[in-house]
């Protein structure tokens, strides 16, 4: 059941700490430098050059967050949507196609990957269900093992997608030439093992109620991000939309120039998510400077003294950590931001109207 909680959606966030200890549980092994997954052991991935990651909404941004870990390592990696995957992608027998799905039934997905396998291809799902029928016609499955989620909204297993994508990522890119190795694994995964209590500090910290209280009933939201963030954004969004019922859109931060900035007033608060990197969050930071400019209220959601807070109107802190994590954590602080909107508005949260928990049409 909800437990003490008013809603199935915010007990999936609050158990976002306990999922993830289950996800990297005997497969981080910080102390070693070592990422062990049962299934996949050392040379797995040898013969591959090119990693799909295939999706559909929110499992879609955790494709996209891990293609960004993966060509940090300089390996070719590209997200795809699912429904557009035939259409777009060029598969051959060297090609590694991660299904990303937390249900293992959503059509579009498993259309995708069925033909990806036709075309030659090894298809690898990352799933939370064992013995769903992703898990049953890939050639092989990890377990995210966030346990059952019940919330029509995905959150705990975004976050341990991501972790587990991650996971997996390090395992390619040890198997494969010309990779580049993350310059500091163990650093990587001290900070891994980390998260969970960074996440309980967001959860016990954050100021997500107030602002969604202070931003109640405007005309539009809009969350911009670039890299990783950019993936945090559109997650950002799309959670919004989907149980407030506002209109809300995630933006590559540099895009809001080139059409959307027309929407924006000051009815409409810009969440600007960042990473860390200080190149590209100087480039976000003047992305939100131009929004502000027309009026719009800016909200950072950023670590402790970050460029942008002097700048900002609100703040939603994120822990300092390395910055593979950042964005994950973000995540944490926009699905508390989706849910007190909605609780505030009165929304049915765990069910909101037109949408089912899994999509078993294309
Ligand atoms: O079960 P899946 O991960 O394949 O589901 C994909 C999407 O339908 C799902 O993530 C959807 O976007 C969520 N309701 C978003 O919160």
Redesign the pocket.
């Given at each position: 059941g909800k437990g003490t909680y008013d809603h199935y959606m915010l007990k999936e966030i609050n158990h976002q700490p306990t999922a993830l200890d289950n996800t990297i549980q005997g497969r981080a092994l910080a102390s070693d430098g070592r990422v062990v997954l049962e299934d996949f052991p050392p040379g797995t991935f040898h013969d591959h050059r090119t990693v799909h990651l295939v999706?559909?909404?929110?499992?879609?941004?955790a494709a996209m967050y891990a293609e960004k870990l993966l060509t940090d390592g300089d390996i070719q990696a590209d997200a795809y949507r699912?429904s557009e995957y035939d259409l777009q992608a060029e598969v051959t027998d060297d090609t590694l196609v991660v299904g990303?799905?937390?249900?293992?039934?959503?059509a579009?997905?498993l259309s995708a990957l069925r033909s990806a396998k036709e075309s030659g291809a090894t298809v690898v799902t990352v799933?939370?269900?064992v013995g769903s029928t992703?898990a049953r016609e890939a050639d092989n499955a990890l377990f995210i093992r966030a346990g059952p989620e019940i919330?029509?909204?995905?959150?705990k297993?975004?976050s341990s997608?991501v972790v587990s994508l991650a996971l997996l990522s390090q395992c390619i890119l040890s198997d494969i030439e010309d990779a580049t190795a993350h310059e500091n694994i163990q650093s990587l995964l001290n900070s891994l093992q980390a998260l969970p209590d960074h996440i309980d500090r967001v959860l016990e910290s954050t100021r997500a109620e107030a602002i969604a209280r202070r931003y109640a009933d405007e005309e539009a939201y809009f969350f911009i991000g670039r890299g990783m963030a950019n993936a945090v954004a559109k997650e950002g969004a799309?959670?919004f939309k989907?149980?407030t019922y506002e209109h809300a859109e995630g933006f590559a931060a540099g895009e809001l120039k080139h059409g959307p900035l027309a929407l924006v007033t000051d009815r409409t608060p810009v969440f600007a998510v960042f990473t860390g990197d200080e190149e590209q969050d100087s480039k976000t930071l003047n992305n939100a400077r131009e929004a502000k400019t027309r009026g719009a209220p800016v909200i950072s959601v950023a670590p402790p003294d970050h460029d942008s807070i002097g700048f900002a109107d609100a703040h939603l802190e994120v822990p300092d950590t390395n910055p593979e994590w950042l964005g994950l954590l973000a995540n944490v602080q926009l699905q508390l931001l989706s849910y007190h909107a909605a609780d505030q508005l009165d929304r049915p949260i765990d069910k909101?109207r037109n949408?089912?928990?899994?999509?078993t049409v294309e």
């Open positions: 999706g559909c909404g929110t499992s879609y941004h699912a990303v799905t937390q249900s293992g039934e959503t579009d997905t799933t939370n269900v992703a919330g029509v909204a995905a959150t297993t975004f997608q799309l959670k989907e149980i909101p949408l089912a928990k899994s999509v």
